[in-house]
Structure formats: C-alpha cells, structure tokens
C-alpha cells in the first residue's frame, strides 16, 4: 500500500567527535608496588631537579587546562597513602615535589574522540536579550572517548524565527568539577535499594545497625570498619561490603567554577557504578505545582558489568545532585520524565522489560514502584522493540512522545505517539511509517543503521529533534506539528 512520507527537514548543522577536547583526570600506572617505585624515583631527585622537571611539565600543559596545578595538588592527595608506606610524611614534601607526584598520577582523556551522540535539547533557564520568535536552548550530548567511557557535555545555542540553529563556539578548555560532595543518606530508602539488589537482608544488617535514621558517607564507612573488625568476614560478606559501597557512591553533588561556560562542563564518571560510561541523558525542564522550575535527567549508570538507573537534578547547570532512581520497576534503561506532575503525581515512561512502553506514577521521584503497558510493538519497523526518545512534551492535542522502533537488520528508526493529557496511559494515536529514518549518510558509523534522539523541543509551530548519526555525530531535524498531526493514525 503506498503512503506519502511525512515531510521532515533535515538541518544542515553537524556535531562530530573532537579529539581536542581533553580534560585532566587521575591516572594510577599499575598497583601500589609500581606507584611507590615511581614515588621513590620522584623523591630521590634534588629539589633543583624537581623544580626544573615541574616547571616543563607546567609548559607543555597549562595552556591546555584551566588550572593544572590544582588537578595535581588534587592527585597528590589520593597517593598520599602509597607515600606514607616509604616512611615519608607526605604533609613535609616541598609544593613543587607535591605538584610533579600529582602530575604522574595525572593522564589527559580525550572526552569527545570517539563519538559525539544521543543529544536531548531544552530551554536554556535564560531567555533575555533575544529577538522575537528566538529561544535560546541548551542541548546535552553523549560524548564517548578511548575505552568507550561515556560521559555528559553541553552546547548553547538559539532557535530563531526561522526555526534555523545557531550554536556558540565550544570554549577552548574542558572542565571536570570543582568540587563534590557526598549524599547524606536515608536508611530505610539504603536499605531498600540494596533489597531491590537482592542483598541478602541479614548481612546488611551487620552495617547497617551501626547507623542513624540518616548518615553521611563518613559515617557509613566507620560503621564498615566496625564491621570488619567485629566480624571475621567471609567471601560473600565481603562482597556485600563491596555492594554497600558499591550503592554509597552512586550518591553525589557536583558543582562547576562560575567562570566556565557552558560548554566547557563536563560530567564525567565519578562512582564505581558509572566507570564505563553515562549513558543516554534524557534532560527535561520540569515546572513544579508552585511554578518553580527544576531540570531533571535520567539516564544509565554503566559500571562495565551492570546498570544503575540515576537521576540528575539541577537549576542552573553548575551545581548537579546526582542520586539513584529506586523501585522495583527502575530497573532498565530508558526513563523519560514528564515535565509536570499528573494528577499530582510525577510521571514516567519507560520500558521496563526492555521491548514495550509503560507509564509509571510516583509521589516521590526517586521511588517508582508500579507500571502500566501502554505500548507494544506494532508495525514492522519496530517488531524487535520500541521505546521513548525522551520526555513526553505537552501539546493542545495531547502528550507528543516521540519514540524509537527497532525493526529488520537492527534498523532504528524515529516515530510519534500522542498519548491523553489527563491520562497518559491512553495512547490517542501514533505514526503507522517511521518520522525518520536513516539516510545514507545517517546510516555508516560506530553503529550502523541507527538514528536515535534523547529529547526534542517544540518552536514556532515545528518539531524539534537533534539525533544521533549511528551511534557517531549527531544533527537535527524539524518537522510541522500541523503536518504530524495528520498522519498520525488516531485511535
């Protein structure tokens, strides 16, 4: 039966990987016997030598980064133990020597080499000093360096009047954050979480009854210790010691130094439960009942043999808090947020048996408890699976959620579906052809015959979508609501 395409229209901006994006991040050669032989070499220099090998050092890299001596400082502090086992005290070493140890410890990670993908757009919390019909937005992206380790960088640009894009400029130097602070923890939610992992409740306890109602990180792992000495531990307790940790460090606050742009944060794995990657940010502007604006993202932890769903949250993108979504039902990848409350509950899509779409009702984000299948495959560009491309974004017809569908050859292909605004567990209609599917040039890359999205936008009577170029670069398309509404197939 011959149907006549949807009318999309591709942009002409590209975002590719770029090697010269670097940050400076802590680098340990080997174990602790190679990391004293290094040490031992350092401190055998005369202070002339030492200042001499730092200042070269500081030559060829200080242009490359904002203030490299304080990584080094930095990464002098977490050897400081290693130090301590050749009978030196770490505190009585000169600055210089303290700084050319921090610099051996430190290696340059190209963040942005590999792949440049996964974006997901939003309004930019400041809209002044722009012309009428202009928006100006942010856009986050998937960026993947050597090792495939993923982390989360950001781009501002505006929309104009034309629904044309125009972005700034990356800033020449790339930023890790300036500080991070551990979570102050609630018990009962502690414990539960380490249930949903199937930790076995009784040697939990062993911990855990060390602990008040709420704790800090210092006081859990003084409550470990306690354990350990008290306990002739076994190889599985010692495992549950490593998951408790495990769990602990997922929990965290970042914040950026005022004078970095945009573009120049990075977020970049921080806990054992993200060391290969975070993967996917699914950023939404949420307006809370009393009008206040919170941006929130959800998206996967990756620690190379795991996943953790967590949650981001952030006003003004230099300080994020960062916090694992619980539940029995926060167990796969691909959560995608409302942007409002629903009947006065948050609300969210997801796929929780990783081939169908659900909708999820909470009183507290951090805890989704139950789903309602809204969504299976239907047609034969997406029989092998669907799922959302990012939140669901509020139009006068309904709730316009764009989706992915995986069909023949593991094609990926973009489709709509409009879902009630009252009730978003009742699916109004969707796309029968896919939105958008990949062209030639969309379809060679790092993951062949991929097009995916992790959030579009709504402007001047268009349809938004930045997309990723199989699994590579990324660019945007736009499409007329009026157009889409059309041919989608109402229920």
Known sequence: MFRLAIQVKRKNIKFYPDSKRVIARFFLPGGDERAVSIISKILAMSEEDVRFTLNQVLTNFSQRHRNISKVYRKNFNKVKNIISKLDVEPELLSKSTKMLIGSYFTMEYS??????FNPSIMEDPDQTSLCEGEKRVIVSFRATGEGHISSIVFRSGIIDINNDLVFKDPGELVDIPEAIKRHVYDKKAFVEKLSEMHIQESLVGMVMEYLNDQFTYGDLQ??????????????????????????????????????TALSERVIFPISDTE????????????????????????????????????????????????LPINGEYAQNKGMALFPRKINNK????????????????SEDIHFWRSAI?????????????????????????????????????????????????????????????PLLAPNDEEREGYVPNVVYSCGAIIHNGELIIPYAMADYASTFASVSLEELYRKIEYL
């Open 346 to 361: 948050y609300c969210m899509v997801s796929r929780v048996d990783g081939v169908n779409n659900y909708i999820m009702f």
């Open 275 to 322: 060391r290969n990657g975070i993967e996917d940010a699914r950023f939404v502007r949420f307006t809370e009942n009393d009008g206040s604006v919170m941006y929130y993202a959800t998206y996967t932890a990756y620690s190379g043999f795991t996943i953790l769903p967590k949650l981001i949250e952030t006003t003004d993108f230099y300080t994020f808090k960062v």
């Open 373 to 433: 299948k809204i969504q299976e495959p239907q047609f034969p560009w997406q029989f092998i699976q669907i799922g959302n491309c990012g939140s669901p974004i509020e139009t006068e017809k309904g709730w316009l959620l764009l989706t992915h569908g995986v069909g023949p050859m593991r094609r990926y292909c973009l489709g709509v579906t409009l879902l009630d605004k009252d009730d978003p567990t009742k699916v109004i209609g969707q796309t029968r052809e």
């Open 222 to 259: 003084a409550s470990i210790a306690k354990a350990i000495d008290d306990n002739n531990l076994d190889s599985v307790q010692r495992k549950v010691i490593k998951d408790i940790n495990w769990l602990a460090n997922s929990h965290y606050e970042i914040s950026f130094s005022l004078d």
């Open 111 to 116: 963040i942005e080499s590999a792949a440049f």
